[in-house]
């Protein structure tokens, strides 16, 4: 079924299938595009909530999706935002853009959220083939390992407890009005460069061109610096720790602490519950009193970036709120939910700067929800959870496997027939119902 054809609202059998087709259609070969014109290579993040999309059909599919991706990981442990397996010419940047078309295989040279750890924990304890997931895990643990390293050697050099983001693609939530502030003092490119995204999609629905030229001038700027990581720490102009991976991150290293354990790994264990520790005292700074929620901080400037984005809601995945913050936190998503029709939107829909239209500044994502939800279950607060399930489940069985969705009107936008989206159906609105 293509869709963008629906127009009745699907069955949980025809979401099913459909999901299943999507991931099958996305499928390179190993590894899984996040939207075939739009996003036409692997991307870091997806990959890991995609694998557990693939979990609940074909699970050496699943363990496979996330060895491709650390096909590109450097020897220093980072693991790059994209790994461009083939060439396609239908994205910008491309590998030669970052410097890095020599590599095999190309990547860029930022890193996304990093959610893997906790993907390779959830994918061990849907597994039926137990056997297969004691050696996928196995054999993915010490690629885990370093990258957490990487992340608290590069990314917190200083070990303040919190990691930083030198672009804003590597929070994944690329145009955030969080990051206006700290990109307002990045220059704009000089150079002439050709954007692909507006040529699928909608330009109201994509990044505003002054974003663009400051990505841009950051890619190249990495290029320049030859990924000199002290150099890049030293001389980057945006440096932001952002709430949302920082939270991803602790969460990713309380489940690494315990696949470490399973596996007779006590020593590395200890370690990473050691840094989790760390991390968990260093993100009570990320507070911010006047928003009552949790906010990300310019490191260059000491600057809390004031902006109620929905990432203060991950607190819950990352474990790290008290009763008391709880009941404040989820009191919070209830008014903000009150907002809007659909639940939940990426930025408070009463903020100057909502776009219900356009990427992080104001749609649904998904995937963002069902880890939102995973944390108010654990919080005991099974009615959100339910409600951002049902609200999910609603807006892709009426609209289709989009991107991301308008909160107010519940208008589906930008890729169609989306990976992460198939995914997040798959293991999270049928995996509840359907018996494994
Ligand atoms: C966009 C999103 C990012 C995602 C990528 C591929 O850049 O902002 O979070 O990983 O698309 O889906």
Request: contains cysteine; glycine residues 6%; proline residues 6%.
């Amino acid at each position: 079924m293509n869709s963008k054809d629906m127009t009745q609202p699907a069955t949980d059998q025809t979401m099913l299938e459909t999901a299943q087709q999507i991931l099958r259609d996305n499928d390179r070969g190993g590894y899984t595009v996040p939207s075939a014109r739009l996003y036409p290579f692997q991307w870091n993040w997806d990959a890991g909530i995609t694998a557990l999309g693939w979990m609940c059909f074909d699970e050496a599919r699943a363990w496979q999706e996330l060895d491709s991706l650390f096909l590109g990981q450097w020897e220093n442990g980072l693991v790059p935002h994209i790994v461009f397996h083939q060439p396609a010419d239908s994205y910008f940047p491309g590998p030669e853009q970052w410097g890095l078309a020599d590599r095999k295989p190309p990547t860029t040279s930022i890193t996304q959220p990093p959610l893997l750890a906790t993907m390779v924990r959830l994918m061990r304890d849907r597994a039926k083939d137990k056997g297969l997931a004691k050696q996928r895990v196995a054999a993915l643990l010490p690629r885990l390992i370093s990258a957490h390293h990487w992340w608290s050697r590069e990314r917190d050099p200083e070990n303040t407890g919190l990691v930083v983001s030198y672009h804003p693609w590597e929070s994944g939530m690329d145009n955030s009005p969080a990051w206006d502030a700290p990109l307002a003092a990045v220059p704009p490119t000089k150079r002439e460069y050709q954007r692909r995204d507006t040529q699928h999609i909608d330009a109201a629905q994509r990044p505003h061109k002054a974003e663009y030229d400051r990505f841009v001038y950051l890619l190249d700027l990495f290029r320049e610096l030859k990924f000199d990581g002290a150099r890049i720490y030293a001389e980057c102009p945006y440096r932001v720790a952002d709430f949302g991976t920082n939270a991803i991150l602790l969460r990713s290293v309380l489940d690494l602490a315990d696949l470490c354990d399973d596996a007779g790994l006590n020593e590395e264990a200890e370690v990473q519950r050691a840094r989790a520790a760390v991390m968990k005292k260093a993100m009570a700074s990320l507070w911010s009193e006047e928003l009552g929620q949790y906010v990300s901080l310019d490191t260059s400037t000491g600057q809390q970036l004031l902006s109620p984005t929905h990432a203060t809601f991950l607190a819950g995945y990352a474990r790290i709120y008290d009763q008391t913050t709880a009941g404040q936190q989820y009191a919070l998503l209830e008014r903000w939910q009150a907002m809007s029709r659909w639940g939940l939107a990426s930025l408070r829909p009463d903020d100057a700067a909502f776009e219900p239209q356009r990427y992080w500044r104001g749609p649904i994502w998904p995937h963002i929800n069902w880890m939102i939800a995973e944390g108010c279950q654990h919080y005991g607060r099974q009615d959100l959870h339910d409600r951002l399930l049902g609200d999910t489940r609603e807006l892709i069985a009426e609209k289709g496997f989009y991107e991301y969705f308008n909160p107010g009107t519940g208008e589906a936008y930008g890729g169609p027939a989306f990976s992460w989206t198939a995914a997040i159906i798959l293991y999270w609105v049928l995996g509840q119902q359907l018996p494994r």
